[in-house]
Nanobody, 126 residues
């Protein structure tokens, strides 16, 4: 049974930082590209970052470039999202996901990810 469990969310003031973690089990973690997505109230789930299997390449959505950094530790089956210079518009539930190896969807697309965590709330106050 595959499980992805996010942690590290919380309430932070604008300009602050948070580090999200996503612990994976039940899958060969190093074989999966991992993604981070977020969903604000009343909005669709949107792409944040995607990291390849080795961790050597990370793609970010434009709004978080220079502020967010994703990394992974395959020995610990964990992927991270370091968020800095947080803004109120970053407020959302953040999800990690494991991308299907056979998908034809792009790495930015929700449909390309087969396994999802339950999400962790990030709230940035102004």
């Amino acid at each position: 049974q595959v499980q992805l469990v996010e942690s590290g969310g919380g309430l932070v003031q604008a300009g602050g930082s948070l580090r999200l973690s996503c612990a994976a089990s039940g899958l060969t973690f190093s074989s999966y590209r991992m993604g981070w997505f977020r969903q604000a109230p009343g909005k669709e789930r949107e792409f944040v970052a995607s990291i390849n299997r080795s961790g050597s390449t990370v793609y970010y959505t434009d709004s978080v470039k220079g502020r967010f950094t994703s990394s992974r530790d395959n020995a610990k089956n964990t992927v991270y999202l370091q968020m800095s210079s947080l803004k109120p518009e970053d407020t959302a539930v953040y999800f990690c996901a494991a991308r299907s190896s056979s998908t034809t969807y792009g790495y930015q697309q929700v449909s390309g990810y087969h396994y999802w965590g339950q999400g962790t709330q990030v709230t940035v106050s102004s």
